[in-house]
């Protein structure tokens, strides 16, 4: 395997520059970098290659040059090297972490699960790659033949953030080269080095040039655009802020662009009275705090029933207050630094603005000194419903709590939201808890579970949270037309 090494990839990892297209290392077109840095110490890592409109053209003009040739590759094929892919991948577990670490910021053990996570898009997409299969029946009227085939949409092209630099990635990558489409990726200009890891790996796995071209760029509106006016993208897939996605969904549409979009969240956690509260407590630190909270099914606002409310918070705030904060590779860190400064910014207006409208703070966790993005673990109470942290999207390690006494009352308040991402229900009475999911305005609900992605699950979001669904069968079938033959022959 020819994975560089963490220092390699830090210090120098690909010969002429970064950005991959065509399955060769370039500088960007018009020579311009940008700088990466350690949200740790808020230094800077080192510079890369800040691709632009001519790499862009590029990119699609390698990728269509080889739409024919893998469309036309058996699936056997193509499943072959994503379970390449996927072997490649965990071996190298560690030096994938690492990296993730260096340019996210979150706690190793996050990272590791990240990886091991990413890689599982490539084993369960190989297996899916082999099941795109046609159907034949006969028109229920007589006469002649329904052929109902599938086929790959063609060139399609990722946008993904930095929140999880190699499963984001892979979840898109992998379900588009399973059914046979080349793939532009635009990686955030926070977290390049990982998709450009990935790439190499993908390489490595027997990929062939062109298939996967990656371009890190601090100048996303000049890449993309070049890419949704391309009338040979016929897919992009865009994973982000609701702000963004709007934009993005206005200029695909100006060439009617196959979408999938996943959104903001606003995850609702709801404490039934009959909930197991020590499991319920488990559950909420899984879900706001996997990955230091800056995920988008993270759990953002807790609904706790009045009855068990005492003791869901006392021990919630014990469990917050517990958490250790520090740079994501030291032992013992449980959460890492945020991205950057501008996301401890936005965290502290929120909290600012809960404890201005009457919020408690029932426990603030400690950080460490020095220049690192920190913001602690942190447990509000006495939550307003009119405060901004429990309508906007929490990306953080922030929980604000508020108390519910009635059913109704609390479905109303929960889908009292543009967002309708991911939910969360904890209740000993089944009965009672599938009442509630079905009520809920959500793409995805976790029932006495506080972590619910699966790579085998379809990942989407309804309202304003996004368009289409990831993973899953439903994940393959994003990149792939439907066409119909009407079909006749003589029969005498």
């Not at 991959?20 to 018009?30: L, T, V």
């Not at 059913?407 to 229900?425: C, F, K, M, P």
């Not at 899953?472 to 079938?477: K, P, S, T, V, W």
């Amino acid at each position: 395997m020819n994975l560089p090494g963490i220092e390699t990839l830090v210090k120098a990892p690909f010969a002429e520059g970064d950005v991959f297209i065509a399955g060769r290392w370039c500088a960007a077109e018009d020579g311009r970098t940008f700088p990466v840095h350690d949200p740790a110490t808020a230094e800077p890592i080192r510079e890369v290659s800040a691709a632009g409109p001519g790499d862009a053209v590029a990119a699609v003009d390698a990728a269509q040059e080889t739409a024919a040739g893998w469309r036309a590759t058996p699936p056997r094929r193509r499943s072959e090297v994503l379970h390449t892919a996927f072997a490649l991948m965990r071996e190298h577990t560690d030096t994938l972490a690492r990296l993730i670490v260096l340019e996210n910021g979150k706690a190793y053990r996050d990272a590791v699960a990240e990886v091991g996570y990413a890689a599982e898009f490539f084993r369960w997409f190989a297996e899916e790659a082999v099941r795109i299969g046609s159907s034949f029946g006969d028109a229920p009227g007589g006469g002649f033949r329904h052929v109902v085939r599938r086929h790959p949409v063609g060139v399609t092209a990722f946008v993904t953030p930095w929140n999880f630099p190699a499963a984001m990635a892979t979840r898109k990558i992998a379900p588009a080269l399973a059914a046979g489409c080349p793939v532009l990726l635009k990686p955030a200009p926070d977290t390049p080095l990982t998709a450009l890891a990935i790439a190499a790996l993908l390489s490595e796995a027997g990929l062939p040039d062109g298939l996967l071209n990656v371009l890190p760029t601090d100048r996303a509106p000049e890449v993309v655009s070049v890419w949704l006016r391309d009338e040979r993208v016929r897919k992009f897939s865009f994973t982000g802020s609701t702000a963004t996605g709007r934009k993005l969904l206005a200029q695909a549409a100006a060439n009617v662009v196959n979408v999938t979009m996943e959104l903001g969240g606003n995850a609702p956690f709801i404490v039934c009275e009959d909930a197991d509260v020590d499991a319920a407590v488990r559950g909420a630190m899984d879900a706001k705090m996997r990955g230091g909270g800056e995920v988008c099914i993270a759990a953002n606002r807790f609904y706790v029933h009045q009855s068990v409310a005492a003791e869901f918070t006392e021990k919630f705030a014990a469990a917050m207050t517990a958490v250790r904060a520090g740079a994501g590779l030291e032992e013992g860190v449980t959460l890492g630094p945020m991205i950057n400064r501008t996301a401890v910014e936005s965290i502290r207006s929120l909290v600012d603005d809960a404890v201005g409208r009457g919020a408690k703070v029932a426990a603030r966790g400690g950080v460490p000194e020095g220049p690192g993005c920190y913001h602690p673990a942190t447990v509000l109470v006495d939550v307003p419903d009119d405060a901004r942290i429990m309508n906007e999207e929490v990306f953080g390690p922030v929980a604000p709590l508020a108390t519910f006494a009635d059913e109704d009352e609390l479905v109303a308040r929960a889908n009292a939201t543009v967002h309708g991402l991911a939910s969360y229900i904890y209740s000993r009475d089944v009965a009672r808890a599938l009442r509630i999911s079905e009520r809920l305005e959500s793409g995805m609900v976790g029932l006495n579970r506080g972590l619910l992605s699966d790579p085998a699950a379809p990942f989407g979001g309804v309202k304003q949270s996004g368009l289409g669904r990831e993973g899953g069968r439903e994940g393959i079938e994003a990149f792939l037309e439907t066409q119909y033959i009407a079909l006749d022959w003589p029969t005498g």
